[in-house]
């Protein structure tokens, strides 16, 4: 059997070439509108991702656009499930209409790393999913997804500097690479520990990077497999 890996990005933040990295991801993980996007966005990527068989994820976030969802909010817990539940629903909305299933859910920026140690938060994601499949880094939100009989996904980053097991911080020195050759070298090293790989559609250069990294996971024997 082939070793197998996922290239996902983050689409529909209107603040990338979403076509181009369609053309290179086997998923995309779409913005829901709370922190970017929008209903006609949502259609134009499940279109695109429709016809070249990309995985479509709803990216769900705190309702934050100014601070594009990473800002950490103090949100209860039965709003944030009916938030969630919203997002999930406006993106499946917007798939079905272009025939494609909205396949997993993956939280977004700040609510990301909430979920990943906070019981309340973790619980009003899952809640507020269904039974999607849920993709992210070990913590609390896989953990209760697994108990609870969910798929979980596990995700690297390789365009993010590491401390330990937790990504460096945005606001502190080397938190974004954006070297293609220590964004290739890390994606190699992560590609064998993780199902998926996700490459941020907001950072600079992020179509040369993901063609970079689809190219050398090519080349080291990896088949490029959407969730």
Request: hydrophobic content about 45%; overall charge negative; charged content about 20%.
């Amino acid at each position: 059997m082939p070793a197998v890996v996922d290239l996902n990005a983050d689409l529909g933040e209107e603040v990338t070439d979403d076509e181009a990295l369609l053309a290179l991801v086997t998923s995309a993980n779409v913005a829901c509108g709370y922190h970017a996007g929008s209903p006609a966005i949502m259609r134009a990527v499940c279109a695109v991702a429709a016809e070249r068989g990309v995985s479509v994820g709803a990216q769900v976030s705190y309702a934050d656009r100014e601070n594009f969802g990473r800002v950490p909010l103090d949100v209860p817990g039965d709003v944030l499930r009916e938030q969630v539940a919203d997002q999930v629903g406006i993106l499946s909305t917007a798939a079905r209409s272009q025939g494609v299933e909205v396949r997993y859910v993956k939280p977004h920026g700040a609510l990301y790393h909430r979920t990943r140690e906070d019981v309340e938060q973790a619980t009003a994601v899952l809640e507020g999913s269904g039974t999607l499949p849920v993709l992210g880094m070990p913590g609390v939100l896989l953990d209760r997804a697994a108990q609870a009989g969910r798929g979980v996904i596990l995700e690297g980053f390789p365009d993010r500097a590491y401390d330990g097991d937790r990504l460096r911080p945005r606001d502190q020195p080397g938190a974004v690479l954006t070297d293609d050759d220590a964004i290739v070298a890390q994606a190699l090293r992560l590609a064998g520990s993780v199902r998926s790989l996700c490459l941020h559609g907001d950072t600079p250069g992020a179509v040369a990077h993901a063609h970079a990294v689809r190219a050398a996971l090519e080349a080291a024997g990896w088949s490029l497999v959407g969730l």
